[in-house]
């Protein structure tokens, strides 16, 4: 069992997926603690209802990022973390955090990386007219939303879709798959070679998707 820490800044659904996923049994992993940026973050109030600890580490804290960051690596390592993860934390992590847990801090991101990367997702995937779009977990690297993929989610994208539909239907995507990918982190399944993440003894899933589907008639 892994010792997970949670980032979180805003309303934390897939911080409940994961601790849903923990309670089910199907996620080998403790939650040691949630740390927030925001002392509003609803996702605080939702680890403290399934008794998790939480620590606050407000923005402007401390000096600098590099000073923010090592405030947090050692709240992490105070708590035994092993894998970091991402769940809607709104700041830009540094080499500090980076290092410290090099190819141990994961993210998810609502696009199919590398198509999209930063904010306002859903509406570049929308204006470019993209007839799929999804989620992506990821490690953490130096870049925006641009380490080793693990594992991506496909929705179809209709053209009545707005950001909140295209969004609602990504976002039950990511609480699908990011306790899963956390789940082969633990299970030691995951080898990054360089951009590529291989997964052990995954199995091949064959076939292919069309959106929308066009019959032609002869």
């Keep these: 069992m892994i010792g997970l820490g949670v980032l979180v800044s805003g309303n934390g659904t897939n911080l409940q997926a994961v601790i849903d996923a923990v309670e089910a049994g199907v996620l080998d992993a403790e939650i040691r603690v949630v740390v927030s940026n925001n002392r509003g973050a609803f996702a605080l109030e ?22 923010y960051d090592n405030r947090l690596v050692d709240v992490l390592m ?34 199919l990386l590398p198509a999209f990367p930063g904010l306002n997702v859903q509406r570049k995937a929308l204006d470019h007219g993209v007839r799929f779009s999804g989620a992506t977990v990821h490690f953490v690297d130096e870049g925006v939303d641009t380490g080793p993929i693990i594992i991506q989610a496909v929705v179809p994208v209709f053209d009545d879709d707005t950001e909140e539909t295209l969004s609602e239907r990504i976002l039950k995507e990511e609480h699908r798959i990011y306790p899963q ?17 291989f997964i052990g003894d995954a199995p091949k899933v064959e076939g292919a998707m069309e959106n929308p589907e066009v019959t032609i008639l002869k």
């Design 46 to 67: 939702r680890a403290r209802r399934h008794k998790i600890r939480v620590e606050v580490l407000p923005n402007g804290a401390l000096p600098s990022r590099e000073d």
């Design 78 to 111: 105070g708590y035994g973390v092993d894998l970091v993860v991402l769940a809607g934390f709104m700041r830009v992590v540094t080499p500090v955090l980076l290092n410290a847990f090099h190819m141990r801090i994961l993210n998810i991101h609502p696009s």
């Design 181 to 197: 990918a956390i789940q082969l982190f633990a299970e030691g399944r995951l080898e990054v070679r360089g951009r590529r993440v």
